[in-house]
């Protein structure tokens, strides 16, 4: 199909875009890589009056170390994520999550950012980024505020974000060579997860095991008092609610968690 017609602005700074956003409010949508949005917009899942193209704004592009944190502008590219010897050497789940993201072509042009302010269930990143205990900033006419990623989240692709608030970076802890892991159930190389489990120092994050990504608290508590890794990951589907589609049910999907969850936080051990 093609998109309804909508206006179109690419502002020449992250003042202007918040300004733009300001302006139009809920009749507008924020524009980076497209890799999301352009999607929705092709099947008339959504029609945004007005975009914001905010993919060529610099200063949203970075990877830089900042104290005890790594901090991550929101237009970063995957593929930049991917290649950066600061995420390898600071945070490297993030970087191996990110390159198991869709194809060369879709790692080239999707943003973190995008990726995190689209609220997809089913994407890699989000989880990840629940298992790294990350903060995303947002800015807007009031200013900057920082919400935990735990919180950010409250449905299928809904998130706290206010209509005039942009995602402007993403902030992670350090985590140097802590133990970490992911493990990704598909059907195809490319494909979207069935399951698939974020692990970094006994933090798990599940991919597509309920409406939004979620940390594997049961698992997490288990291990905290001791319980084996093989106990701990039979608990990892408590308080998630899969969904049941053509690629599985939901005893399907528990199942994998299970077996998914105890091999990641084998290998992310086996680090320690």
């Known amino acids: 199909m093609i998109p309804l017609a909508f206006d179109y602005a690419r502002p020449d700074s992250l003042d202007d875009a918040i300004a733009l956003l300001a302006e139009k409010g809920e009749d507008a949508s924020v524009l980076a890589g ?10 008339r899942l959504g029609a945004p009056e007005f975009l914001i193209d905010i993919g060529r704004l610099a200063e949203l592009s970075y990877i830089r170390v900042e104290g005890d944190e790594l901090a991550v502008g929101a237009a970063t ?30 790692r080239a042009r999707g943003t973190l ?52 608030e942009l995602i402007v970076e993403i902030r992670i802890p350090r985590c140097g060579d802590k133990g970490w892991a992911y ?6 190389s490319n494909d979207w997860a069935i399951v698939a489990v ?16 979620l940390r594997a608290s049961a698992t997490e508590q288990a291990l905290a008092g001791g319980k084996s890794i093989a106990e701990a990951a039979a608990l990892a589907a408590e308080g998630a609610e899969p969904p049941a589609d053509t690629h599985g049910s939901v005893a399907y999907r528990t199942h994998l968690v299970q077996v998914l969850t ?8 086996g680090q320690g």
């Open 77 to 106: 590219k995957h593929r930049e994520i991917v290649d950066s010897a600061e995420v390898a050497a600071e945070v490297p789940l993030l970087g191996a999550v990110a390159r198991t993201v869709g194809d060369p072509q879709i």
């Open 183 to 188: 493990e990704k159930f598909t059907r195809r």
């Open 113 to 164: 950012g995008g990726t995190v302010a689209h609220a997809d269930p089913a994407a890699d990143l989000p989880a990840a980024l629940l298992a790294l205990d990350a903060v995303v900033v947002l800015q807007g006419p009031r200013g900057k505020r920082s919400v935990p990623i735990g919180e950010f989240y409250t449905g299928v692709f809904t998130t706290v974000r206010e209509p005039d």
């Open 198 to 213: 974020a692990v970094s120092d006994d933090r798990i994050g599940l991919v597509n095991m309920g409406s939004t990504a």
């Open 34 to 43: 497209g890799h999301s949005l352009i999607p929705v917009m092709k099947v």
């Open 262 to 269: 105890r091999r990641a936080l084998e290998t992310a051990r």
